[in-house]
């Protein structure tokens, strides 16, 4: 495959589209975008949607737009959230493929050029590639339960998130019929697409650490929310709702199962913090499916 020239794409469309969302993420923005700039692959279009950003991101994104001008387009929007952000990406993207790329992770050189050859040489739809953890500026292995799997994922993917969006590429298509990014999470919207992807699609998975995954920095979102498994349950019961003629009885039987595990856990952490409401809330979704998951 031979990538285009800087200036070509106004010829035609790139074979790629990147979403890059941004919110606040000055001292790392630079070398997210330098990592993709400098893929060995170069058909594909940056799209920076900087997310209401009140530090200097939107001076480097407007700086890398003007040197780029063939390469990178560039949003700007009140703040919505990550969700809002990536579905602006994934509406003005132009590509056959999308790629998404976190504002505090980078990708090794050779990370599109692997994963788009396997995808066109095998007809995948979606992929995602391993990845290589920092935490506080040391390199981590995964946890066991982390562990990436691939093809038909959907059971793997209900207990936790096991897909990255840094390491994802998906066809287009594949949007069209799942829906974008749910607006209404403030986390775990990678969770809640996830499951509605993987419920149709294999998730293929390229053995090589081809993203550099960051974190243990306090802007991440997931700090901020003391059980992501309240919103898991939100992903887990609006896929019963939108798709129940979809699901089989073995896949109900999973979701039930997991929701009333996991609401038990959220009652159980907001009755130690004397958190009533959520304690009440969680406790009848708990019993409702507890008592209902076996006759699925």
């Not at 001076?59 to 009140?78: H, L, T, V, W």
């Not at 069209?176 to 699609?201: C, N, P």
């Not at 039987?253 to 969680?282: D, M, S």
């Amino acid at each position: 495959m031979r990538g285009y020239p800087q200036g070509n794409s106004t010829a035609r469309n790139p074979l790629i589209s990147i979403v890059l969302p941004v919110f606040n993420r000055e001292t790392r923005l630079i070398n997210t975008i330098e990592s993709v700039i400098q893929q060995s692959f170069q058909d594909f279009e940056l799209i920076i949607v900087d997310d209401g950003s009140n530090d200097s991101s939107v001076r480097i994104a407007e700086a890398y737009q003007k040197s780029y001008p063939q390469k990178i387009r560039y949003f700007i929007q009140k703040n919505r959230g990550v969700s809002s952000a990536r579905n602006v990406g994934i509406k003005r993207a132009r590509g056959v493929y999308l790629a998404f790329i976190d504002s505090d992770d980078l990708w090794i050189k050779s990370k599109l050029e692997k994963q788009v050859t396997k995808m066109r040489t095998l007809g995948w739809e979606v992929s995602q590639t391993e990845e290589q953890w920092v935490r506080n500026g040391k390199k981590v292995n995964a946890m066991k339960k982390h562990t990436k799997r691939s093809g038909r994922i959907f059971y793997d993917c209900l207990p936790l998130c096991l897909v990255s969006p840094s390491a994802v590429m998906i066809k287009r298509a594949v949007f069209e019929k799942i829906g974008q990014f749910d607006e209404k999470l403030l986390v775990t919207e990678d969770y809640d697409l996830w499951l509605r992807i993987s419920l149709h699609y294999p998730i293929y998975l390229i053995s090589e650490k081809l993203v550099v995954k960051y974190g243990g920095h306090s802007d991440q979102l997931s700090h901020k929310y003391s059980s992501m498994d309240v919103f898991r349950i939100y992903a887990m019961r609006k896929l019963l709702r939108i798709s129940w003629g979809q699901l089989d009885s073995l896949k109900k039987a999973a979701l039930y199962w997991w929701i009333k595990e996991k609401a038990n856990i959220v009652a159980t952490g907001a009755l130690k913090r004397r958190k009533w409401f959520v304690f009440l809330q969680h406790k009848m979704i708990f019993l409702w499916y507890n008592a209902s998951w076996q006759w699925l």
